[in-house]
T-cell receptor, first 115, second 112 residues
Framework: DGGITQSPKYLFRKEGQNVTLSCEQN?????MYWYRQDPGQGLRLIYY???????QKGDIAEGYSVSREKKESFPLTVTSAQKNPTAFYLC??????????????FGPGTRLTVL | KNQVEQSPQSLIILEGKNCTLQ??????????LRWYKQDTGRGPVSLTI?????NTKSNGRYTATLDADTKQSSLHITASQLSDSASYIC???????????FGKGTRLSVIA
């Protein structure tokens, strides 16, 4: 069963704590992305990675960190420095080669709530 | 600056009626444009994708059009169903491996 999985679906965190959101894909895609979605807002790019062991900041990287040690995995850590972390987080992946359209596929999302 | 604007922000229609959602973009150099459907609390799912040379693409009751000269796209939904209630997001890709540019979406509610 191919696709992108995110876990957990719902996550609660106390203020001041770091938390890591998981994203795994078995589509053999090179590029992976993390987005944040707030009510009434479009998706905003946090971080992205085109290849293993390399990643770039997106538009709203402050307070977040990522790693890309394996092609299949791109975990996102929401640190205590992120001032307003409550949001819906979406992970996505897409091929960067051998595909005319290079469609981006999304995971089911993780809803993070800071208490 | 690369931008994607969608209208209307929200729309309510009766079941069985048609509707059209609009997308204007200023992304350059243009590569392709996608429409995604996002159900509440779920990840977006691709409906259609069009490149510069394509004016129309259909997927069942969904028909997307693209006018690359005026940089406008529309998504037409025919004979709406309650399950069409969702957010519809227009996404434009520039050439190369640059990040996608997302619109804020149109929230469609289909009521009985």
């Amino acid at each position: 069963d191919g696709g992108i999985t995110q876990s957990p679906k719902y996550l609660f965190r106390k203020e001041g704590q770091n938390v890591t959101l998981s994203c795994e894909q078995n589509l053999n895609h090179d590029a992976m992305y993390w987005y944040r979605q707030d009510p009434g807002q479009g998706l905003r790019l946090i971080y992205y990675s085109q290849i293993v062991n390399d990643f770039q900041k997106g538009d709203i990287a402050e307070g977040y960190s990522v790693s890309r040690e394996k092609k299949e995995s791109f975990p996102l850590t929401v640190t205590s420095a992120q001032k307003n972390p409550t949001a819906f987080y979406l992970c996505a992946s897409r091929p960067t080669r051998d595909s005319l359209y290079r469609e981006q596929f999304f995971g089911p999302g993780t809803r993070l709530t800071v208490l | 600056k690369n931008q994607v604007e969608q209208s209307p922000q929200s729309l309510i229609i009766l079941e069985g009626k048609n509707c059209t959602l609009q997308c204007n973009y200023t992304v350059s150099p243009f590569s392709n444009l996608r429409w995604y459907k996002q159900d509440t609390g779920r990840g977006p799912v691709s409906l259609t994708i069009m490149t510069f040379s394509e004016n129309t693409k259909s997927n069942g009751r969904y028909t997307a059009t693209l006018d690359a000269d005026t940089k406008q796209s529309s998504l037409h939904i025919t004979a709406s169903q309650l399950s069409d209630s969702a957010s519809y997001i227009c996404v434009v890709s520039a050439s190369g491996n640059t990040p996608l540019v997302f619109g804020k979406g149109t929230r469609l509610s289909v009521i009985a």
